[in-house]
């Protein structure tokens, strides 16, 4: 049983003398064969996260100004970067939104697959390529051997996906990162890629940190899930309490404006106003100019991530009478 | 058939594109994009269009803005014959169906300011405007769309995503239209902007008795706007009825499969609904299945889908229209 803890982990970008904070004092804790998923809107700093926890950040702009990312005990954050490669890519794999930009277009997809166990694990050529068959096979490729030598160009949306898939599983990590991983796909082909992670996880009890602005979808596979606002957690709770009694304004106004069955014909309710932009970050409480209960203190003081009675975690001055109002 | 309610009738509406290879560019083959639609609009309502991506929805809609050229069939609108029409007559009709475009960032031209933007319509169409009114209807516009007139010479950079997407919407407004083609208006937007802009597109549908074509691929969008609902796939309508038709009493297995896939923002309904995983890709365009299109990956085909071509009309499985020889209501799904 392994555990991944991310613990006040800062990102900041400097850009021409502007400071840029993406993410500010993100915690959570995974252990494996739990899926925890990191729900945000554009430039709530859920991918920038995720990047650094793979040490995939550039490094300037991006610095990594706090915190620490721990692998069963271990902070990858003070180790050196060939001993942290180590856990990451072997222990810590990620896939992305955009399968076909992710992938190398001039290699083809077996060998793209074949050569994370022959730099990893330092399989022969032979050996590697039956592995990597194995893997396309494992993640549902029809016709997998005759089509190992395939480019990536040559697979659908869908497919190019599953390859992804089958280089982030070739090393057996602990953990998977998946951004966005079915954003760019069509609803028909989400649901295969959404049931074979499902499968996969079952399988292997990999933990999963799933990263997705998309309700629906975090209702389907989250154990437990943590909500982000400009660059901070705002709520984290097991998927069922959060759909059920969000303790955060801003979680309530993401349930109460998508459409649902029961509102046909009725106007949604709209959370006013747009995301911040990360270089303008409102004072105090960063939602407070969008929140229908803010008060003077919420624009003056910043309220922290705290626990609330029920093990939840919240981080509004008004956590309990959220709750209070919609139970 | 023509018929007065009718705002758009799409009678075998037809759009291949031709695949040419070689130096003789001689044609090998065909994309066939929109392949023998019919549908109808009526007068003050939403017609919702689904379908996935490939599946020619935007193509329809090029065509119904006489963007593109039909290889064959009609598209009327008050019984006219769209693509017969040019010159003057084709400018006046441009003024009558307008549209608004997904992506709020790549439809805006960022050189010009919002005023220029919303305005631009009345110099093509110097008549919609009285002389010197223009400002003045530019900053009505605005106000409609929930913009602060103020902001007239601001460009579009200066404004979200959502705002942007106001400012489309208040462009395709200027000529007064009675048809709204609105593709994908909202799938660019944060999920908590998506809503205002709902909001603000029912709210003037009513105030200025606006017939819309909105087409989407997000199911629970479709569902709360549209009084009628049409399911494309591979060029065809396979499946249309009001939205409590299609939504509860789905017939198509392609509806049912789309329904069932899309998930459900709630926790405690996971492992409850039975969820039909389709096997593969939608097929090419340009060389679909034979008879059914939906064949190779339906559970229910047999010998007969590959052979027949089922027609859209109403089977004795279902009250409404389907293009399935084994239309049925059940399997019931769950959505």
Not at chain 1, 127 to 146: F, G, H, N, T, Y
Not at chain 1, 152 to 163: L, N, V
Not at chain 2, 214 to 227: G, K, P, W, Y
């Amino acid at each position: 049983m392994s555990q991944l803890d991310i613990d006040r982990l800062s990102v900041e970008f400097r850009v021409r003398g502007q400071v840029i904070r993406a993410v500010d004092e993100l915690s959570y804790s995974l252990s494996s064969g739990q899926t925890l998923v990191l729900l945000g809107e554009s430039g709530s700093g859920k991918s920038v996260s995720a990047l650094a926890v793979m040490g995939l950040l550039e490094t300037p702009p991006a610095v990594i100004t706090g915190g620490e990312i721990r692998f069963d005990g271990t902070d990858l954050l003070a180790l050196s970067r060939k001993q942290a490669r180590s856990f990451r890519g072997r222990r810590i794999s990620m896939i992305f939104q955009d399968a076909l930009s992710a992938l190398n277009p001039v290699l083809s997809v077996g060998f793209q697959i074949a050569e994370m166990m022959r730099v990893h694990e330092g399989l022969s050529k032979a050996d590697s390529r039956q592995r990597a068959i194995e893997l396309m096979e494992r993640v549902r490729i029809p016709a997998a051997a005759k089509r190992f030598g395939d480019y990536p160009h040559e697979f659908s949306g869908g497919m190019r996906q599953r390859i992804m898939i089958a280089m982030a599983l070739a090393l057996s990590p602990d953990f998977l990162i998946a951004d966005e991983p079915t954003t760019a796909l069509d609803v028909t082909v989400q649901a295969q890629i959404v049931a074979l992670l499902g499968e996969l996880r079952q399988e292997t009890s990999m933990g999963m940190v799933l990263i997705t602005h998309d309700l629906g979808l975090a209702a389907d596979v989250a154990d437990r899930i943590a909500v982000m606002y400009a660059g901070r957690i705002v709520e984290a709770a097991p998927a069922a309490d959060l759909y059920r009694a969000p303790a955060h304004p801003y979680t309530a106004g993401l349930l109460a404006s998508i459409p649902r069955a029961s509102r046909k014909g009725h106007a949604l309710l709209p959370i006013k106003g747009s995301p911040p932009s990360l270089a303008a970050v409102p004072s105090g409480c960063a939602f407070h100019p969008r929140c229908p209960m803010s008060t003077e203190r919420c624009s003056i003081e910043r309220p922290e991530l705290r626990t609330l009675s029920d093990g939840r975690t919240s981080a509004c001055h008004y956590a309990e009478e959220v709750s209070n109002a919609l139970a | 058939m023509p018929s007065p309610e009718n705002v758009l009738d799409v009678q075998q509406l037809v759009k291949h594109f031709p695949v040419r290879r070689s130096l003789l560019r001689r044609q090998t083959g065909a994309i066939k994009a929109v392949d023998g639609v019919d549908l109808q609009l009526r007068q003050g309502e939403t017609l919702g269009l689904v379908g996935e991506s490939g599946c020619g929805k935007s193509t329809l809609a090029r065509l119904l803005m006489a963007l593109e050229r039909p290889t064959s069939g009609q598209v009327l609108f008050h019984g006219e014959d769209i693509h017969a029409l040019s010159g003057s007559r084709l400018r006046a009709l441009r003024r009558r169906i307008q549209i608004i475009l997904q992506d709020p960032y790549t439809s805006l031209n960022p050189r010009m300011t919002v005023g220029d933007i919303v305005g631009e319509p009345f110099e093509i169409h110097r008549d919609a405007a009285p002389r010197g009114s223009k400002r003045t209807r530019v900053g009505e516009l605005l106000e409609v769309v929930g913009l602060d007139p103020d902001h007239v010479n601001r460009y579009p950079h200066q404004f979200s995503g959502g705002q942007r997407q106001r400012i489309g919407i208040a462009r395709a407004l200027a000529l007064r239209p009675e048809v709204v083609i609105c593709d994908e208006p909202v799938s660019a937007l944060d999920v908590s902007v998506q809503a205002q802009v709902i909001n603000l597109l029912v709210s003037l549908q009513s105030e200025f008795s606006l017939s819309y074509v909105f087409i989407a691929h997000d199911l629970s969008v479709v569902r709360h706007v549209s009084d009628r609902v049409a399911v494309m796939y591979l060029g065809k309508i396979v499946e249309t009825g009001s939205h409590a038709e299609i939504y509860d009493h789905a017939a198509h297995p392609y509806t049912q499969a789309l329904l069932s896939a899309a998930p459900e923002p709630d926790p405690e309904l996971r492992g409850q609904r039975s969820t039909i995983v389709l096997e593969g890709d939608v097929p090419s365009p340009a060389d679909p299945p034979s008879g059914c299109h939906f064949r190779t990956r339906c559970w229910l085909a047999e010998p007969r889908c590959a052979d027949e071509e089922p027609e859209l009309t109403v089977r004795p499985g279902s009250e409404h229209p389907t293009a399935c020889h084994f239309a049925a209501e059940s399997p019931k799904v769950d959505h």
